[in-house]
Structure formats: structure tokens, C-alpha cells
């Protein structure tokens, strides 16, 4: 198991974004110890960003040289978020090729699995099944190219913030059974610990449904109440026992933080401490994992 964490661990201070860039972002969790990286395109695509200009393909191509240059990987990716079913987006078109340019993405930085969300948005009168099918159309062609391209789609867990509100892949039997309908070799689960934390009783329990097909994941924790993506043992999550379960299961994926809310009230100033700090947290678990 490797220590991983997102480039947004410190891209943004409060809601501003792109205060530390990805390059720099590189630089900085390098000297504290990370050298394998998870590319964040859902920040990255933001209006202003690079992902988001009509250069996007040459910025990512010197991305990845510069990578390479300062010897740090990326073990994974997070696609940009796109449900055609959010009553939200008004420019589906746009979304759409904000997906397409982190697929292409994914496959330059050499990433071994890139994140997806999967169509999870409620849809009155619809079914466990309809949602499968659903999926299905949508991620068959998606993880098709990612085989073209190198690499698979890791499928994370979503947040069931109502008790009462079924909302789709938001446990361990849902991801199971996607991966197992989409049968391909290059499909997974990535695991979010602070969503399961807000949507399960059991997280040991589901992880054991997940298995084999656990792939990636997000390291993240809360109180229970909101996605705080906070770092380890600063919210309520049972870390030690998490890293037991992922010994149990075979786990063999990276240890990847996605505690970007974390920094976002420090300071700049503070990031390196900061960085140094989350990075002795993960290397303590990782040795549980190990031992």
C-alpha cells in the first residue's frame, strides 16, 4: 500500500480555488513524502483551470513531463462529475466533453484506475434495477475506452444523506453488483470512507461485500453529519479497525486522501506543516495495514 493523496489537498483556500497549483501541489507533498498522486479533475475543470482551456491536451502532456521529471506517479485519477439525470447542469454539452477531456487525461498521466461517480441522481418511481440498467448504458462505453486508453474505472460509493431516501450505489451490494454486470476486467470500487460514514451503518461489513473488487480509494473523515473530508482521527471514523478490514479483504490499492476541506481554512503559509502532518497519519496506517 502506497501513500497517495488528491492534487486538491491544496488547491483551494475557502471557496477560492486554484491557490496552489498542480505543479506546485506536486512539489510540496514530494518533499513531505508522497510520490503517488491522485489528478483531481473535478477542480481542475473549473472555469479558469487548465482542464477547461483549449489547450488542455498540450497542458496535460507537460503536466505529465514535469511529473515525470520530479519522479512521482499517479496511481489514479477522479473523472469529471457528469449525471445527465442533475436537474442542475443547464450545458450538458460542455459537461459532457469535460468528462471526455478527463478520460483522455487519465490515460496520459498513466493513471491505473480513474474515479467515477455513478448515476446515482433520484428519479421518482425508479427502481434498484432501473438504476442498474441505467448505469450500465452509461459506464459500458466509458470503461471501454479507459481499456483502450491503459487503465479502469474505479466506481465510488455515494451519499445517502436521507434515511429514508433510497439513494443508488451508496453501499457496498450496489457497487458489487455494477461491477459484476459490467463484467470487464478493467471495472472496480473505490471506497469513500467519509461517504460511508454518512450513509452506513457498518462500513467493515460493506467493505467485506466489496471485496475483491475494492480497487482504490478515498481517505477521508467526519462527524457523521456532513462530507467535512477531513484527515484521519480528526472526525469519527474507526481508522484502525478500517485498516484491519482492508488487510482482511486483500486490499491492493493505495491509501489516497481526498481531505481537500481539510487545508482549505489554513493559510498558505501553514500548508507545509500541514501537508508534513497528514502524511505522518497515513504513513502510522499504512504500517497497521502492513504489520
Known amino acids: ?21 498542480p505543479e506546485s501541489c506536486l512539489e510540496q507533498c514530494l518533499e513531505a513524502g508522497f510520490k503517488v498522486f491522485d489528478f483531481n479533475f473535478c477542480d481542475q475543470g473549473r472555469p479558469g483551470r487548465p482542464i477547461a482551456q483549449d489547450d488542455w491536451y498540450e497542458y496535460i502532456c507537460k503536466f505529465k513531463k514535469f511529473a515525470d521529471e520530479l519522479g512521482v506517479t499517479f ?31 487519465s490515460g496520459v498521466l498513466g493513471a491505473e484506475w480513474a474515479v467515477a461517480h455513478p448515476l446515482h441522481q433520484h428519479k421518482p418511481n425508479y427502481s434498484r434495477q432501473d438504476f442498474l440498467q441505467m448505469n450500465l448504458e452509461f459506464f459500458g462505453p466509458i470503461v471501454d475506452e479507459a481499456k483502450k486508453l491503459g487503465y479502469g474505472i474505479s466506481l465510488e460509493n455515494m451519499v445517502q444523506w436521507d434515511k429514508d431516501e433510497y439513494v443508488y450505489a ?5 457497487l458489487a453488483e455494477l461491477v459484476d454486470a459490467l463484467n470487464r476486467p478493467n471495472v472496480g470500487v473505490c471506497w469513500d470512507f467519509g461517504h460511508a460514514n454518512l450513509s452506513v451503518r457498518d462500513q467493515a461489513a460493506e467493505l467485506r461485500k466489496i471485496g475483491p473488487r475494492l480497487k482504490s480509494t478515498h481517505i477521508a473523515d467526519n462527524h457523521g453529519h456532513a462530507d467535512e473530508h477531513l484527515a ?5 471514523v474507526d481508522w484502525h479497525q478500517m485498516m484491519r478490514v482492508l488487510k482482511e479483504i486483500k486490499y491492493k490499492g493505495d491509501f489516497t ?16 506543516t500541514m501537508t508534513a502532518h497528514v502524511a505522518d497519519i497515513g504513513k502510522y496506517l499504512i504500517s497497521l495495514f502492513e504489520k
Open 232 to 236: 484521519p482521527f480528526y472526525g469519527h
Open 1 to 21: 500500500m502506497r501513500l497517495s493523496t488528491s492534487t486538491n489537498l491544496l488547491d483551494r483556500e475557502f471557496d477560492e480555488f486554484g491557490v496552489i497549483s
Open 170 to 174: 451508496c453501499n457496498g451490494e450496489d
Open 257 to 272: 486522501y481526498e481531505i481537500q476541506a481539510f487545508s482549505s481554512p489554513l493559510p498558505v503559509e501553514l500548508r507545509k
Open 75 to 105: 496511481s489514479q485519477t477522479h473523472l469529471h462529475m457528469y449525471d445527465p439525470n442533475d436537474p442542475g447542469i443547464t450545458d450538458h454539452g460542455w459537461e459532457r466533453e469535460l468528462l471526455h477531456r478527463s478520460i483522455v487525461c
